[in-house]
């Protein structure tokens, strides 16, 4: 295993976050911009600018056709776009498995549930076992 203390997104570059002491208690923090966490208890919000690499193009240096890949995503919204990019520069099949936690990008409800079931869908063609929870 190799660690990389770098946010993981679908492009290089730096990424602000907040985070407040309630997400140890809920797991995960807010890329600034972008609410997915329920931020209306009182706390103060610790700012942070940290690097990020493009997964898609590190998983594409770093592995070959025969190596076994498997891809656990939990990177609180950025999913959907790292998603997209495997399967757009079929990065995709390099990947035999893969866990991924969904988060709602359009909220709860009947829209934001469909959006992922849609999602669900288009992959379901690659040869990737898929593992979903949100």
């Given at each position: 295993?190799?660690?990389v ?7 290089p570059g730096?990424?602000?976050m ?6 140890y208690?809920n ?18 919000a610790m700012?942070?600018?940290v690097g ?7 998983i594409?240096?770093?592995?070959r ?5 498997y891809?656990?995503?939990d990177?609180?919204?950025s ?8 399967v ?9 498995e893969?866990?991924i ?8 409800g009947?829209?934001g ?9 288009i992959?379901?063609?690659?040869n990737?076992v898929?593992h979903?929870?949100?």
């Amino acid at each position: 295993f190799r660690v990389v203390p770098v946010a993981v997104g679908s492009c290089p570059g730096r990424v602000s976050m907040d985070w407040k002491s309630q997400h140890y208690l809920n797991g995960g923090s807010n890329v600034k911009g972008m609410r997915l966490h329920d931020d209306s208890q009182k706390s103060e919000a610790m700012h942070f600018n940290v690097g990020q690499v493009d997964i898609v193009d590190w998983i594409k240096r770093s592995f070959r056709p025969q190596d076994f890949v498997y891809l656990k995503l939990d990177i609180e919204g950025s999913e959907y776009e790292v998603m997209r990019r495997l399967v757009s520069t079929g990065v995709i099949s390099l990947i035999d498995e893969a866990e991924i936690e969904w988060h709602s990008r359009l909220g709860q409800g009947k829209f934001g549930e469909a959006t992922d079931r849609m999602f669900e869908w288009i992959l379901k063609d690659t040869n990737t076992v898929f593992h979903f929870h949100g």
